[in-house]
């Protein structure tokens, strides 16, 4: 069983940055491509971002190319997501998920594409 644990979540003020990590627990995490999605109360979960297995590849939604990054660093199985010039919309709980190993590339953005998913962080940002 996989386990995905997010953490770097709290409550930042609008402007602000927070650096947002997802420890994986298999030792086979290098070979799959991993995402981040978040989730704001009454709202669909909506697609932030997405890397490749190697981290060639990297992904966002365009809302927020150019305020976040995505990286991974695969000697410690690990996912992070920096997140800087925060507003107050960015607020939601954001869930780092595993793309499941059949899916392509082309379909990172689609939440079903995904297979284990972590509990999520609650990020808040305060205007």
């Known amino acids: 069983q996989v386990q995905l644990v997010e953490s770097g979540g709290g409550l930042v003020q609008a402007g602000g940055s927070l650096r947002l990590s997802c420890a994986a627990s298999?030792?086979?995490?290098?070979?799959?491509?991993m995402g981040w999605f978040r989730q704001a109360p009454g709202k669909e979960r909506e697609f932030v971002a997405a890397?490749?297995?190697?981290?060639?590849?990297?992904v966002y939604a365009d809302s927020l190319k150019g305020r976040f990054t995505i990286s991974r660093d695969n000697a410690k199985n690990t996912m992070l997501l920096q997140m800087n010039s925060l507003k107050p919309e960015d607020t939601a709980v954001y869930y780092c998920?595993?793309?499941?190993?059949?899916?392509?590339?082309?379909?990172?953005?689609?939440?079903?594409?995904?297979?284990?998913w972590g509990q999520g962080t609650q990020v808040t940002v305060s205007s």
């Open positions: 998920a595993r793309v499941k190993p059949d899916k392509p590339w082309a379909q990172v953005m689609d939440v079903t594409t995904y297979d284990y």
């Open positions: 298999e030792r086979t995490f290098s070979r799959y491509a």
């Open positions: 890397i490749s297995w190697g981290g060639a590849n990297t």
